[in-house]
């Protein structure tokens, strides 16, 4: 008889849950080709026999439960001397499924499924099969009929407690209760505080059960067991800043928190983070700033809070205190975006462009998809004279405009369904966004076009034909909108593009009278009329023989619509004198002038 007799070569007789006991599962347990005959001719190919298939995965190497404890603590050697991540968790992966393979004892076979687990449950798709397993691994201790232990055979075909103690000092397996409360923390983080609560009461640890009913929303079964233990412990008096914090929690009163402030002594930071949330519930910035600054005094590795204090001190216009808690908040999780922008936008109202540039900058390198953080960016590199970027921004703008209406369109459906009040953007960053401002546009014309301002262009003759690419593209993606229209009708000006200017013109009128109603209502109708009065002085200025009858009979059909109650009497009366011009020019047979008008204002 050789020396593992000894081990029970039988079998370690532990629960392992598969992969196809998980409802829903689309993993497999192990790897699998789709093509048998391959795999076989790669092994002839490489000189492998047919035995070569009988010894792959029924053979690991193993032979003895020490070696496969050996096997597990350099798993754990590799867990310990690597950072948590994905590439860490491959490394350990083989380790432990060496093990799992071939059970030889109960105690070294559980310990193999617990680390596979933790693993696991930082897997989306296997996190499920993780938490499972814990669960079976603390119901074998057990006599009970559970969902992984569910008949009385499985109960008596566990291990005698004698084989279980075997090699219990070669592994690192926690103690019952740890495990039960790692399994209520890892049902916590999978979002059943229900279950976690039952187990955190069983345990005794009330405190955790306080946060699950919390999170539940069940404020009064809290209180009444927050109550009871503070009975059980004395009263008030032996209460701890935990306890009475939670209190505070459940019941709303501030005093509480304050209470547990000074019990700690002022160094139960929560105490204060806690308050000044409540402060900032009831709209009290001060009293919530003032708390928020106490915690962070206490404890100033809080990210969150720093956030949330730099946010309230915006509210406050204290713009030294927000800058200084979104810097701390930014130096703690460098690719916190929001912070990053809320850095620039700071400086921005402290008139130092050159200091919220590469804070912005810094911002939009993780969150492409936020708006605001461009539209603060543009007006920075407006100040800056970077009028080449600020173009590169408009193109940004327009590209998330198409894509937001790519996604209604494709919610909508192609059969129409209904239109929602407003639509809200669900990437990260993102609030619901209003159309496109073109008056960037005409920020970009007046600085470009008009002051022949190259800012920090090499050639301005570069700079003006990328600025009559953008102005194209807006026109084409809106070309509903007048005021565009006149932006672009103003950069022709400046081109000396005549025939363009007029009919950038003429189609601002249009744009203008493409509002629905516009005749029944004073802003549109004054707009429209503002509109014909610029198209009639760009007719009189240069249109020839052809295009004045066209503006006169425009302009003539477009007067009849305007309702005369609605319009400024001081603008319908200048309009109706251009129009008599542009008649009188037509009688004239005048020509076109060869210069353009001075157009400098939208």
Same mark, same amino acid.
């Given at each position: 008889?050789?020396?593992?007799?000894?081990?029970?070569?039988?079998?370690?007789?532990?629960?392992?849950?598969?992969?196809?006991?998980?409802?829903?599962?689309?993993? !497999?347990? $192990?790897?699998?080709?789709?093509?048998?005959?391959?795999?076989?001719?790669?092994?002839?190919?490489?000189?492998?026999?047919?035995?070569?298939?009988?010894?792959?995965?029924?053979?690991?190497?193993?032979?003895?439960?020490?070696?496969?404890?050996?096997?597990?603590?350099?798993?754990?050697?590799?867990?310990?001397?690597?950072?948590?991540?994905?590439?860490?968790?491959?490394?350990?992966?083989?380790? +432990?499924?060496?093990?799992? =393979?071939?059970?030889?004892?109960?105690?070294?076979?559980?310990? =193999?499924?617990?680390?596979?687990?933790?693993?696991?449950?930082?897997?989306?798709? &296997?996190?499920?099969?993780?938490?499972?397993?814990?669960?079976?691994?603390?119901?074998?201790?057990?006599?009970?009929?559970?969902?992984?232990?569910?008949?009385?055979?499985? +109960?008596? =075909?566990?291990?005698?407690?004698?084989?279980?103690?075997?090699?219990?000092?070669?592994?690192?397996?926690?103690?019952?209760?740890?495990?039960?409360?790692?399994?209520?923390? $890892? %049902?916590?983080?999978?979002?059943?505080?229900?279950?976690?609560?039952?187990?955190?009461?069983?345990?005794?640890?009330?405190?955790?059960?306080?946060?699950?009913?919390?999170? !539940?929303? &069940?404020?009064?079964?809290?209180?009444?067991?927050?109550?009871?233990?503070?009975?059980?412990?004395?009263?008030?008096?032996?209460?701890?800043?935990?306890?009475?914090?939670?209190?505070?929690?459940?019941?709303?009163?501030?005093?509480?928190?304050?209470?547990?402030?000074?019990?700690?002594?002022? &160094?139960?930071?929560?105490?204060?983070?806690?308050?000044?949330?409540?402060?900032?519930?009831? /709209?009290?910035?001060?009293?919530?700033?003032?708390? %928020?600054?106490?915690?962070?005094?206490?404890?100033?590795?809080?990210?969150?809070?720093?956030?949330?204090?730099?946010?309230?001190?915006?509210?406050?216009?204290?713009?030294?205190?927000?800058?200084?808690?979104?810097?701390?908040?930014?130096?703690?999780?460098?690719?916190?975006?929001?912070?990053?922008?809320?850095?620039?936008?700071?400086?921005?109202?402290?008139?130092?462009?050159?200091?919220? %540039?590469?804070?912005?900058?810094?911002?939009?390198?993780?969150?492409?998809?936020?708006?605001?953080?461009?539209?603060?960016?543009?007006?920075?590199?407006?100040?800056?004279?970077?009028?080449?970027?600020?173009?590169?921004?408009?193109?940004?703008? !327009?590209?998330?405009?198409?894509?937001?209406?790519?996604?209604?369109?494709?919610?909508?459906?192609?059969?129409?369904?209904?239109?929602?009040?407003?639509?809200?953007?669900?990437?990260?960053?993102?609030?619901? $966004?209003?159309?496109?401002?073109?008056?960037?546009?005409?920020?970009?014309?007046?600085? +470009?076009?008009?002051?022949?301002?190259?800012?920090?262009?090499?050639?301005?003759?570069?700079?003006?034909?990328?600025?009559?690419?953008?102005?194209?593209?807006?026109?084409?993606?809106?070309?509903?909108?007048?005021?565009?229209?006149?932006?672009?009708? !103003?950069?022709?000006?400046?081109? /000396?593009?005549?025939?363009?200017?007029?009919?950038?013109?003429?189609?601002?009128?249009?744009?203008?009278?493409?509002?629905?109603?516009?005749?029944?209502?004073?802003?549109?109708?004054?707009?429209?009329?503002?509109?014909?009065?610029?198209?009639?002085?760009?007719?009189?200025?240069?249109?020839?023989?052809?295009?004045?009858?066209?503006?006169?009979? %425009?302009?003539?059909?477009?007067?009849?619509?305007?309702?005369?109650?609605?319009?400024?009497?001081?603008?319908?009366?200048?309009?109706?004198?251009?129009?008599?011009?542009?008649?009188?020019?037509?009688?004239?047979?005048?020509?076109?002038?060869?210069?353009?008008?001075?157009?400098?204002?939208?």
């Amino acid at each position: 008889e050789d020396a593992m007799s000894f081990f029970d070569r039988t079998g370690a007789a532990v629960r392992d849950i598969k992969m196809d006991d998980i409802v829903d599962n689309i993993v !497999l347990e $192990r790897p699998e080709f789709v093509d048998e005959s391959k795999v076989a001719a790669a092994n002839a190919a490489a000189g492998l026999g047919a035995e070569a298939e009988e010894e792959e995965g029924a053979e690991t190497g193993l032979r003895h439960p020490v070696e496969q404890a050996t096997v597990l603590a350099l798993c754990l050697d590799v867990a310990n001397s690597n950072p948590r991540d994905g590439i860490t968790g491959d490394e350990m992966a083989p380790y +432990i499924d060496a093990v799992v =393979a071939a059970p030889m004892n109960w105690m070294v076979h559980s310990s =193999a499924l617990l680390e596979r687990s933790w693993l696991e449950c930082e897997s989306l798709k &296997r996190r499920e099969r993780g938490i499972f397993q814990i669960q079976a691994l603390v119901d074998q201790h057990t006599t009970r009929l559970t969902l992984t232990q569910s008949s009385a055979a499985a +109960i008596e =075909a566990a291990d005698p407690a004698e084989r279980r103690l075997r090699f219990l000092h070669a592994v690192a397996y926690p103690p019952r209760w740890e495990l039960r409360r790692d399994l209520a923390q $890892r %049902y916590a983080g999978f979002g059943a505080f229900a279950t976690a609560a039952e187990i955190y009461e069983e345990l005794g640890l009330w405190e955790e059960v306080v946060d699950c009913f919390k999170v !539940l929303e &069940r404020f009064g079964r809290a209180e009444r067991l927050l109550r009871k233990q503070l009975e059980a412990n004395g009263g008030m008096a032996n209460a701890t800043p935990r306890m009475l914090t939670s209190l505070g929690d459940v019941t709303q009163d501030p005093t509480f928190y304050e209470r547990a402030w000074e019990v700690s002594r002022g &160094r139960y930071a929560r105490a204060q983070v806690n308050l000044g949330s409540y402060h900032l519930g009831k /709209g009290k910035m001060a009293e919530a700033r003032d708390a %928020y600054l106490l915690a962070l005094a206490v404890k100033p590795l809080q990210p969150d809070i720093w956030f949330r204090l730099g946010a309230i001190t915006m509210r406050l216009k204290e713009w030294d205190t927000s800058l200084n808690a979104f810097s701390n908040a930014v130096m703690q999780v460098p690719d916190a975006a929001e912070a990053w922008g809320n850095v620039g936008a700071i400086h921005m109202q402290k008139d130092d462009y050159e200091s919220a %540039y590469p804070a912005l900058q810094e911002g939009l390198k993780h969150m492409r998809r936020n708006w605001r953080m461009w539209e603060n960016q543009f007006i920075t590199t407006v100040n800056l004279g970077k009028y080449g970027e600020g173009l590169y921004i408009c193109h940004q703008l !327009l590209d998330m405009r198409d894509a937001r209406a790519a996604e209604r369109n494709q919610k909508q459906g192609t059969h129409g369904g209904v239109v929602g009040s407003g639509a809200r953007d669900d990437k990260k960053g993102a609030a619901k $966004r209003p159309e496109f401002n073109v008056k960037y546009l005409g920020i970009l014309v007046k600085r +470009i076009a008009v002051e022949n301002d190259a800012g920090r262009e090499l050639s301005h003759d570069r700079l003006l034909e990328r600025l009559g690419a953008l102005l194209d593209r807006a026109v084409n993606e809106l070309p509903s909108n007048p005021v565009l229209w006149e932006i672009l009708s !103003l950069y022709h000006a400046r081109l /000396g593009d005549a025939e363009k200017l007029l009919d950038c013109r003429a189609r601002q009128c249009r744009a203008a009278q493409g509002v629905a109603r516009w005749e029944r209502e004073a802003d549109p109708t004054n707009e429209v009329v503002a509109c014909l009065i610029k198209y009639a002085r760009a007719v009189l200025s240069y249109a020839a023989s052809a295009q004045v009858y066209e503006a006169k009979m %425009y302009l003539a059909s477009s007067l009849r619509r305007v309702n005369e109650r609605l319009a400024d009497p001081g603008a319908l009366l200048q309009l109706k004198e251009l129009r008599e011009k542009v008649e009188a020019k037509l009688e004239a047979g005048q020509e076109t002038t060869t210069e353009l008008p001075n157009e400098t204002e939208l």
